[in-house]
């Protein structure tokens, strides 16, 4: 009765940390992963490593592997850096994924939606700029974002854009000539600024896009269009 | 005995899960704070927005938790604070004040609880101040009893002015009139608000200063109109002059550490952490991607040459099966006809429900033939069909990169009684089990503030057919203290509560539960439990339920009538003698402003007939704070200390601490004080919760998870 009131209260929490749950139920192991999350926080350790960027070899696997479209896309933020396939099409919407289950979807080279990269982009309306960059032509727009709180509710974001275009510039990466358009959007609270660079066909082959508030940028390139 | 449970489908556990939960979330909720640029304002030692002893007229964002330690002297105060809706809030305190020896002191120390009520009068603009009301202790034995009324205004963002004028202990010193006389006497046996007190006798202004010297300090000053007469008389404090000094360091995740120099005598220091339910650690979650839609070949959407061919269907089951798998969700069965699909399937694993539905639907385009264009999504709950949502497959198709508010109002929901198919063979009988820790945990009881059990928890599932299910768990204790529990219970019932520490002392191993359960569905709307066998902890017997909830209905209505009988000590087979027939006619209601009603009438289990009123605080996420109240025929005298039960819950779903699906949610109850009366038996998967997840209005909440 004499311990400090910490180590009594602590004890019993410790010792239900150090035992691992078992069985066919996962609740029970959920359970566990509170514990080991708690101590993550307190003690600093628990942090996941970025796995390694692909290499030239492996994008030239992956390129071997499949006849889809390839796209390599690197999280600025997460410093996340991944290869992605195309997985699934509906319309003019063409989406990418990982084997471990994270996608991106664009709509013409265009990002309308994330999953499974946390604070995904749930959906965007974005035809207006897509319109103007598509085209080469400078003019305004409006794009709406929508994420979900924190509370699992939608919300959305509303932003002016204007597009302007750049002439022709090296395409980032390779160096090939592309053309090279810009978008910059204002909205409530932030703005932000994405750039398209787009082949002889008119077609995106590389840009570098607001993706939100959690993700930031992300810099696709398109190792196969 | 304030109680930590949690529950998730299928069961009910008590674990330590709910405190750390708690800890998680006001830890990573910090670290959301910033993203929302509300930070809140600096909090005294009474753990509400204060000077340092004085409150101020400033108010927390909505919706924020808060706790706070603070110590100074032999002074302990612990508080939990939540912003109730814009304007209201609440707070619990539990204080202990060493070598105070006060009546019903522990070894030198006097604990004490108390909740304090504020009210936003005006909110702060660029012209006018910040004014707020606050009842501070106004259940209770009233130690920390007072009333006050505050301003605070803000110039140049950075200096703030607070002035304002308190009753009670609030007008100990300084006192400039008095406002009629202020009884001294309890209310019946304490635990009543002391309305009679409220504003009555000596008022004395209090003023202070807080100032911004960067944006993460603030430097403070207060004059303070308490007399600390009890802590000088009863205690050994030094209250030596009026005026208090304290510096605030405020943290990137929105926490808060204050330094102070109180009452001339005294150095002391504090604690805050903030968190709040709306902003969560990990927004949308981590959960891996969903398979996107496969959109059909419009030459084939005619095609129903398939329609006769059984081995097409076996395909369409099988893939459809695996898929879902790989979501974690079960399939059970599938009717398929040329042009539609009835499904019928479990969700372990998504809180947000329709999150599970548009996972299943989505699978569903994988794998079913073209022509099927009607798709029926039936979850079961406790393995009886609820609700039957269904989405045509061409607005799925349609409306994948939509807004999900264009696929809800595509979407009927209407009720799956006698709709869903019957589960595929070979799914039933099912068996579950798990070797889990558990901790059992008692907090702010009125003579220790931390109890814990904690061991190891065996339980067991088998389900015979999916809705009939034989379930039982065992603990073994490995330590703890919840067993030294000396209190004698006073009260003049049936001992149907407060024998706790004797079921603790010498249940191990204890048979937590040993049920045989039945759920059914008697009728449309309708929703029924029988549970036979060890039902809890203390009480072993039959309970039946039947609940009416329309599909989309915001109102429902239960009735349950349970016979049982005292389980002895050890929590094995035997009985006692104590037997009590006891029910509740229950009306829910949920009132669409992110409030929820519950009221239910009926005999308690020490034999007691009365009311119970709810009333919880929901947020979309799972998130709930609620408090409660039961008042029965037991005289106040014969309850005890308390005069009523109360009590305060907060529950914390799983999936938001972690950021990956799960349907497990964490209930910290905080009760005044267990006693006889107003005791409710603890039978398991009660219907409500459950039935109405799938139900609107609290199905639509989450809706903007469809497509996640």
Same mark, same amino acid.
């Given at each position: ?116 990269? &946390? /604070? $995904? *982009?749930? @959906? ?5 700029? #897509? ?6 032509? %400078? ?46 959007? &204002? /909205? $409530? *609270?932030? @703005? ?5 660079? #787009? ?6 082959? %590389? ?19 | ?708």
């Amino acid at each position: 009765m004499k311990r400090p009131l910490v180590t009594r209260a602590i004890a019993p929490l410790a010792l239900a940390a150090a035992l691992a749950a078992c069985g066919n139920d996962d609740s029970a192991r959920q359970s566990t992963a509170v514990l080991r999350n708690v101590a993550g926080l307190i003690t600093g350790g628990g942090g996941a490593a970025a796995p390694a960027a692909p290499t030239g070899e492996q994008v030239a696997q992956t390129l071997a592997n499949t006849d889809q479209p390839v796209a390599l896309v690197n999280l600025e933020a997460s410093q996340l850096t991944a290869l992605l396939i195309r997985i699934e099409q509906n319309g003019r919407y063409d989406t990418y994924g990982s084997s471990d289950r994270r996608t991106v979807t664009f709509k013409d080279g265009m990002i309308t939606a994330s999953r499974g990269l &946390g /604070g $995904d *982009l749930m @959906s965007a309306s974005l035809d207006g700029s #897509l319109a103007l960059v598509s085209a080469r032509r %400078a003019g305004s727009a409006v794009r709406q974002m929508r994420f979900l709180d924190g509370e699992d509710q939608i919300f959305a974001y509303e932003f002016t854009c204007t597009v302007t275009d750049n002439g022709t510039q090296p395409m980032p990466g390779s160096g090939k000539p592309t053309r090279k358009m810009t978008e910059s959007c &204002g /909205g $409530d *609270l932030r @703005s932000f600024e994405n750039s398209y660079y #787009l082949d002889g066909a008119g077609d995106i082959v %590389a840009s570098r896009q607001w993706m939100g508030p959690v993700l930031g940028y992300v810099n696709v390139a398109q190792a196969r269009k | 005995m304030p109680q930590l449970g949690s529950s998730r489908e299928g069961s009910r556990l008590r674990l330590m899960t709910g405190v750390s939960a708690a800890a998680l979330t006001l830890l990573s909720a910090g670290a959301a704070l910033p993203q929302t640029a509300d930070i809140p304002p600096s909090f005294g030692l009474y753990g509400v927005p204060g000077l340092l002893d004085m409150p101020s007229g400033e108010t927390a964002q909505d919706a924020l938790i808060s706790g706070s330690y603070a110590r100074f002297g032999d002074t302990n105060r612990f508080t939990l604070s939540f912003q109730i809706t814009p304007r209201i809030s609440g707070s619990f305190r539990y204080s202990a004040l060493n070598n105070f020896p006060a009546p019903g002191n522990v070894d030198g120390t006097y604990y004490d609880r108390s909740f304090d009520l504020r009210y936003t009068i005006l909110e702060e603009d660029a012209r006018r101040p910040g004014v707020v009301v606050g009842l501070q202790d106004f259940i209770g034995t009233g130690l920390y009893g007072a009333e006050y009324i505050v301003a605070t205004k803000t110039f140049a963002d950075r200096l703030r002015v607070t002035g304002g004028l308190g009753w009670g202990r609030l007008a100990t010193d300084g006192s400039i009139g008095t406002l009629g006389t202020r009884p001294t006497e309890l209310l019946g046996s304490g635990g009543i608000p002391t309305y009679d007190r409220w504003f009555r006798g000596d008022v004395a202004p209090f003023a202070g200063l807080s100032y911004d010297v960067t944006p993460n300090v603030t430097v403070k000053a207060e004059y303070s109109n308490d007399a600390y007469l009890e802590e000088t008389t009863t205690g050994s404090f030094e209250r030596n002059s009026p005026w208090n000094l304290g510096v605030d360091y405020r943290f990137a995740r929105g926490g808060q550490l204050s330094a102070f120099y109180m009452y001339g005598s005294t150095f002391g220091a504090m604690f805050t952490i903030h968190g709040n339910p709306k902003s969560a650690p990990y927004p949308g979650g981590r959960e891996g991607a969903p398979l996107p839609v496969a959109v059909r070949d419009r030459a084939d959407i005619n095609d129903l040459g398939w329609v006769a061919d059984e081995s097409v269907k076996a395909d369409a089951r099988s893939t459809l099966s695996g898929l879902m798998e790989t979501d974690g969700l079960v399939y059970e069965g599938l009717k398929l006809d040329g042009r539609r699909a009835v499904l019928r399937m479990r969700n372990p694993t998504y809180s947000a429900e329709p999150q599970a539905i548009g996972r299943a639907a989505r699978a569903m385009t994988r794998a079913l033939p073209a022509s099927v264009e009607v798709f029926t999504i039936i979850p079961t709950v406790n393995g009886v069909p609820s609700t039957a949502i269904t989405l045509r497959r061409s607005d799925i198709e349609r409306l994948e990169n939509a807004p999900a508010s264009e696929l809800m109002a595509a979407t009927q929901i209407t009720d799956g009684y006698g709709v869903a198919p019957r589960p595929d063979a070979g799914i039933y009988p099912r068996f579950s089990w798990s070797i889990a820790p558990y901790v059992q945990l008692s907090t702010f009881d009125p003579d220790n503030p931390v109890r814990a059990d904690a061991g190891i928890r065996a339980s067991a599932d088998y389900y015979v057919a999916p809705n009939l299910v034989l379930s039982g768990a065992v603990t073994k204790k490995v330590g703890g203290n919840l067993d030294d529990i000396t209190r004698v219970s006073d009260s003049k019932l049936p001992k149907v509560r407060t024998d706790y520490a004797k079921y603790s002392a010498q249940g191990d191993p204890a048979i937590e539960h040993l049920t045989v359960a039945h759920f059914g569905r008697p009728g449309r709307d309708l929703y029924s439990r029988v549970t036979l066998g060890y039902l809890e902890g203390m009480y072993a017997g039959i309970s039946g339920e039947l609940l009416w909830k329309e599909v989309d209905s915001p109102l429902a209505f239960g009735a349950e009538l349970n016979y049982v009988r005292q389980r002895e000590f050890d929590q094995m087979f035997g009985l006692q003698d104590y037997d009590v027939v006891t029910g509740h006619v229950s009306a829910y209601y949920d009132f669409g402003n992110g409030f929820h009603g519950q009221l239910d009438v009926g005999r308690y289990l020490a034999g007691d007939y009365g009311a119970t009123v709810t009333l919880d605080r929901e947020f979309a996420n799972g998130w709930r704070v609620g408090a409660y109240a039961t008042v029965t025929d037991v005289s106040s005298e014969d309850f005890g200390e308390g005069s009523f039960d109360k009590g305060i819950r907060v529950t914390v779903p799983l999936a938001w601490s972690l950021g990956t699906p799960s349907r497990t949610t964490n209930t910290i109850d905080i009760k005044s004080l267990t006693r006889d009366g107003g005791a409710r038996l603890n039978v398991r998967d009660r219907l409500y919760g459950k039935v109405r997840d799938y139900q609107r209005p609290e199905f639509d909440k989450t809706f903007g998870k469809v497509w996640r």
